[in-house]
């Protein structure tokens, strides 16, 4: 069992950036490969960014490439997501997600467990 809790969404212009975090209770963090993810109104909940195990590996999704960094610190059992250059698009509850195992996954439906989400949005 994992427990995610995300924070440090808010309201930011468009063109700045905010850091968004994940804090990780139970089962040993660096078991995980993390996972951000984002849903906006009306819309599916969509890939951002995941990062594998001791975080070596990354991936993104193409609309946050160049723009989005994902890091961990499993001494701080602790996942973020640094955006820069942020869009109006960009506005959404962003979850975090942990699954089991080594390969970095790009689909909801590989992640087990979840965050309750964080709200972003980004003013014109």
């Known amino acids: 069992q994992v427990q995610l809790v995300e924070s440090g969404g808010g309201l930011v212009q468009a063109g700045g950036s905010l850091t968004v975090s994940c804090a990780a209770s139970?089962?040993?963090?660096?078991?995980?490969?993390m996972g951000w993810f984002r849903q906006a109104p009306g819309r599916e909940r969509e890939f951002v960014a995941a990062?594998?195990?001791?975080?070596?590996?990354?991936d993104y999704a193409d609309s946050v490439k160049g723009r989005f960094t994902i890091s961990r610190d499993n001494t701080k059992n602790t996942v973020y997501l640094l955006m820069n250059s942020l869009k109006p698009e960009d506005t959404a509850v962003y979850y975090c997600?942990?699954?089991?195992?080594?390969?970095?996954?790009?689909?909801?439906?590989?992640?087990?467990?979840w965050g309750q989400g964080t709200q972003v949005t980004v003013s014109s």
């Open positions: 997600a942990a699954r089991a195992g080594a390969a970095i996954a790009t689909q909801t439906a590989s992640y087990y467990y």
């Open positions: 139970g089962r040993p963090f660096s078991a995980y490969v």
């Open positions: 990062i594998s195990r001791n975080g070596g590996s990354t």
